[in-house]
């Protein structure tokens, strides 16, 4: 104990130290500030007073949490990061992010009803939140400052930081940043840019897809279902169906999604589609901690004929084959970019741009799924840092309209599948994890609501 104390002093005293430099530095620098990336425009248009574009991410540690070591490691890591330790701003023509002194984020304990929405000048105008409770470290962020990537990196990094002020050895490497190394400027980048190069800007499908319906839930009401699994069992599964993980279980969803239009009366029906996004690092080298992904949207359309499982999962795995590779992905890239190279687009006035990014994407992007679902992969941390973790969970946050969000990540033999969804109907959730039951997975289910539980024992 007096080894942990010691370190906590230690790291006082280098924390007070930094802040005295950085002081003396802010005084003589010139004014910093950093540019939205192309994702990162969308997300503070799409702003409401119910809703934000929030995800979370959490770990769970194998004992209690001790907020106020935790606040000191949040205050240690984050300026390790110095997109993420900013406010945001509005120009004529554009937002931006700027360095942001202001004390915090604070610690907090955690909320029943979390990805609430952000207000830009709340908590001193900070665009995260870290909460705790029990085991669990979670981090909350606005998508405008990075993806899920650099989420984690945030999160591993604070995570690590707090273990080693309770004396514990733990080394830096993966999503574990140094916290006493420099920034690399490719950290920094809007890495759409350096990869939108392609020939040809593909065209986007704009067809209307089946929506969700469901009771929409009281204002600042997050429901949450978690899946908790075995690797191994999911993938042997998978294996029997000739698929990936995330080709398994991204047809398990439209399955679901199948099932709960077929239960519904319908004038007519309409295509199942996923929006899904795509880590672009993993085609196109960055070392980026912004948004560097793009979205892709497998689908099934009834209206063709009944599809049975196997045709569902053959049908995805050929989609995935065919839009998911260098080619076509530095397209799409290539297609969102133009709208910001536009020089007539880059001179219209803000409030036009909100205006019309606003209308679009209500008339247009968001008809243009029926659920969301994304899949961080097995991830890892440092070797020395794997006994104090049980697992890690990922929710997308609170949907723009009715609907449910999926969001996978694994660490070890432990699979979690969290649904997050602002309605009280449950039927996709339950036809999903009974198709995974059905398979022979064996599922353990987690709700921050116990009638969900119940409703989906039955």
């Known amino acids: 104990m007096e080894k942990g104390n010691h370190a906590v002093k230690e790291a006082e005293r280098q924390l007070n130290n930094i802040s005295n430099v950085s002081g003396k530095r802010a005084r003589r620098e010139p004014k910093v500030w950093y540019k939205l990336d192309l994702s990162a425009i969308v997300y503070p248009t799409l702003q409401r007073r119910d809703f934000s ?66 207000p830009f000048k709340a908590g001193n105008r900070y665009l995260l939140r870290v909460y705790y409770y029990d085991r669990r470290i979670s981090l909350e962020a606005h998508h405008c400052l ?13 995570t690590a930081v707090y273990l080693r002020l309770l004396g514990h050895s733990v080394s830096s490497g ?24 392609a020939k040809v800007c593909p065209p986007r499908p704009g067809e209307k897809t089946y929506r969700v319906r469901g009771t929409r839930e009281p204002f600042y009401t997050f429901n949450v279902i978690d899946g908790i699994m075995s690797v191994r069992e999911v993938m042997d599964v998978a294996k029997k169906y000739d698929a990936t993980i995330t080709e398994y279980l991204n047809s398990v969803l439209l399955y ?48 063709l004929g009944e599809y049975s499982f196997e045709e569902i999962v053959k049908q995805v795995h050929n989609y ?55 899949n961080m992969g097995a991830l890892k941390v440092p070797e020395d840092m794997k006994p104090y973790i049980e697992r890690f969970d990922i929710y997308m946050g609170q949907p723009f309209s009715s ?29 999903f994890f009974r198709k995974l039951v059905e398979d022979g997975i064996h599922v353990t289910i987690e709700s921050n609501r116990e009638s969900l539980q119940e409703s989906l024992s039955h």
């Open 403 to 431: 609907r449910t969000n999926c969001a996978i990540i694994s660490f070890e033999d432990t699979l979690t599948i969290n649904f997050a969804s602002n309605i009280m109907e449950t039927d996709v959730e339950r036809y």
């Open 256 to 303: 679901a999604l199948l099932k709960k239009q077929q239960s519904e009366w319908h004038l007519k029906l309409r295509p199942v589609k996923i929006a899904m996004p795509v880590n672009l690092r993993r085609f196109f080298p960055s070392k980026t901690l912004r948004n560097f992904i793009t979205m892709v949207y497998p689908s099934i359309d009834p209206r």
């Open 320 to 374: 995935m084959r065919y839009y998911i590779n260098e080619k076509f992905l530095r397209g799409d890239i290539t297609t969102n970019a133009s709208t910001q190279r536009n020089p007539f687009i880059r001179v219209v006035p803000l409030f036009v741009k909100d205006f019309v990014v606003r209308q679009f994407y209500t008339r247009v992007q968001d008809k243009n799924s029926s659920a969301g679902l994304t």
């Open 174 to 197: 993966g999503f574990v940043l140094d916290v006493n190394g420099t920034p690399d400027p490719e950290e920094l980048e809007d890495a759409y840019m350096r990869y939108a190069n």
């Open 53 to 118: 574009s929030v995800y979370r991410l959490s770990v769970v540690l194998k004992e209690e949490v001790k907020p106020d070591v935790l606040q000191q490691a949040v205050d240690i890591a984050l300026r390790r990061f110095p997109t993420y330790k900013t406010a945001i701003r509005k120009g004529l023509f554009w937002r931006y992010l700027e360095p942001n002194n202001r004390p915090g984020p604070f610690v907090q304990k955690d909320i029943r009803n979390f990805c609430m929405p952000m």
């Open 146 to 158: 990075g993806d899920g990537t650099g989420g984690m990196c945030v999160l591993q990094t604070i």
